[in-house]
């Protein structure tokens, strides 16, 4: 009897054994789902193995973007993910960015941040193409790293940012000659297209999953959402205070006033909020920020952030610009445009000096300009 159990025993382990053995060779290595650390979506919702799984899909390419900053271009760069995702389907894609939160992950395989750790680990990894659409000497030496069979965008060498093939010589030439930039400026998204190869064929934002702040908002006018901040970088794009509060008081007769900004312009909101009367719920995490504009029916705003979480909602936009060629700007019929007259328009100045026409020119913008403006786009 104990020979027989014995017997029973020596089978059922080799039994077993040779079940492992039979997973771990029905694994297929090329499907889109594996992991290869934890249960795929298959095995977790439906407790299949490889060898029966019908929702087996085999990877096609191996795709990296590496767009790091800022915010708002972060945004706008989604829209080559319609196109990625059209000529190379079945493919995983992964985005490396300072902006994790910006990026919309349905439509990634995994968004990395930037960090030492994820850094040293794409060095370890093929990609069957990298885009590298940062001019950024940090993002355009990771790329020269990356061991890829195609490149887009950019590289540098000896601390100069080059161009990785012909696709991305405009977007070069154009970035580093002004007067190239006011002759020869595609849109921006336009030229982003052309550097990946591809031609823009009107695709849209891509925003990431938002979520509405529980703010208790009412209002039964027409609510504009007014952005207040630019950055420290490019100082010249901000109406003054003063103005912004006499804008403020010609439109909320009519409509409802929503002020928008960041921790840099928490204060100087809270102190027009309190002279203005008009609505101010204190800043807000990326996706809540998204979630508060698209409470807004349309949207002014200086070349921000905001802007392009307006147009990525699709509101009405009236966009205020003074330093860049308007021709870099698409607003997909979203809006209008609005410049003040300037012989020295598109100077790409970070900050007003002795030279400039006025002391704030954004300012030369008249209230009754804006206002109609208003009133056309939410007639």
Known sequence: MKEQRKQEAKVKKKDGVADLEKLINDVKKDCLYLNGYKPCKPHKEKGVHC??????????????????????????????????????????????????????????????????????????????????????????????????????????????????????????????????????????IEGIFETCGFKWNNEKYILPDYVVPNIGIKTKKKLIGFTTGVGSKWKTRKFSDAKTVSIINDLKEDYDILLLGGPEEDQINKSIASVTGTKYYGTFPFREFIGLMSLCDLVITPVTMAMHIAIGLEKKIILLNNIFPSKEFYLYNLGKMIEPELPCKYCYKQDFDSKCYAKNCMDLVENTEIVKTVKELLK
């Not at 590298?132 to 540098?156: P, W, Y």
Request: glycine residues 2%; proline residues 3%; contains cysteine.
């Open 51 to 188: 060898d029966k799984c019908d929702d087996y899909i085999k990877l096609n390419k191996n795709i990296l973007i590496i767009k790091l900053q800022a915010a708002g271009e972060v945004i706008r760069n989604t829209s080559i993910l319609h196109r990625i995702n059209k000529e190379f389907p079945n493919s995983k894609i992964w985005w490396l960015t300072r902006y994790p939160d910006l990026v919309p992950e349905r439509m990634v395989h995994q968004t990395l941040v930037w960090n030492s750790d994820n850094i040293l680990f794409l060095q370890d990894q093929h990609f069957d193409i990298v885009y590298s659409l940062d001019k950024d000497m940090e993002a355009a030496s990771l790329a020269n790293r990356i061991n890829a069979d195609v490149k887009k965008g950019f590289s540098q060498q000896n601390g100069v940012i080059i161009p990785f093939d012909k696709d991305a010589h405009h977007k070069w030439i154009t970035g580093i000659f002004d007067d190239a930039m006011k002759k020869h400026a595609k849109n921006y």
